[in-house]
């Protein structure tokens, strides 16, 4: 396993986050710890969750699933970098979502409870709060870290703005600010490459995608066509066919399997730290496992851009 810096800190973090949104709902509790447990063996570190995961079986589920896989010790909790969010509505009484000083502390401290550990590593904003000044936001985070209960701060769904605006607040207090941003970036969803990526090299904001197959869409969705799939999805593949059957093609001439190409795709991209992949199964996990030996050679790499066009940092872009 390969390991790099969470941003521009000193914490080190495997190539790969497991994502456990499944965990709970989706993934029954054994079968999560069966991954968790093969993940720490292939030496996956690094493992993301929220508090608002579990849906069907109720938020914080997954959480508590994670919490009951520590407990069976063996150090499942000190080698794990442990990340999880706040903002997403728990309950529905107005203060328990969003990015105030109350909500962040009284989550990071719910969260604690629910994963039975007395710190979080990467406590993370899962989505901007315009309404909360980065003061306050701040404020907590500071009393958090003083408490040993949050090591460093992240976030998630921001644009390159906010991230500046964060970091620049967090840098007049004296304060390390965010180390990392989750966005949503795959080879079909490349915006994030006008601004956020740039900014984050800047601050030295690690990149970790979300959704790196697209929903499943750059996992070779055509060749598995005639399986049951949500009209949603039916309807993004008939708007990319011509780009995901290129795309298939190239995969076919390499003889390559199309979603180790998408997460290898990503692990080329400097700004990226490790994509985040949230397996079902134990297969799914094991296949996501293969992109980390896959190297991708320049004419592969400008024959991807070719089929999914990117974008240069802007102005570039789209000024002379």
Known sequence: MDYTHLGRS????????????????KTEEPDAHAILDHALDEGVNFVDTANSYGFDAGKGRTEEVLGAW???GGRRREK???ATKVYGSMTDWPN???????????????SLRRMQTDWIDLYQFHHV?????????????????AQGKVLYVGSSNHAAWQIAVANEAAARRHFLGLVSEQSHYNLLTRHVELEVLPAAQHYGVGIIPWSPLAGGLLAGVLASEGGERRRAREERVERHRPALQ????????????????????LLHQPAVTAP??????????EGALAALDLTLDEAQLARLDEVFPGYRPAPVEYAW
């Open 276 to 285: 985040i992949v949230g397996p079902r199964t134990m297969e799914q996990f």
């Open 96 to 110: 328990d979502t969003f990015l105030s000083a109350r909500n962040v502390v009284r989550s990071c401290e719910a």
């Open 10 to 25: 000193g914490l080190s973090v495997s190539r790969l986050c497991l994502g456990t949104m499944n965990f709970g709902w």
């Open 80 to 82: 794990t970098v442990l």
């Open 129 to 145: 709060d315009l309404a909360t000044p980065w003061e306050e936001i701040w404020q907590a985070c500071e009393t958090l870290v």
């Open 246 to 265: 290129a795309y298939e093609d190239a995969c076919r001439d390499w003889g390559l399997a199309p979603a180790d190409v998408g997460v290898a795709w």
């Open 70 to 72: 520590f407990a069976q």
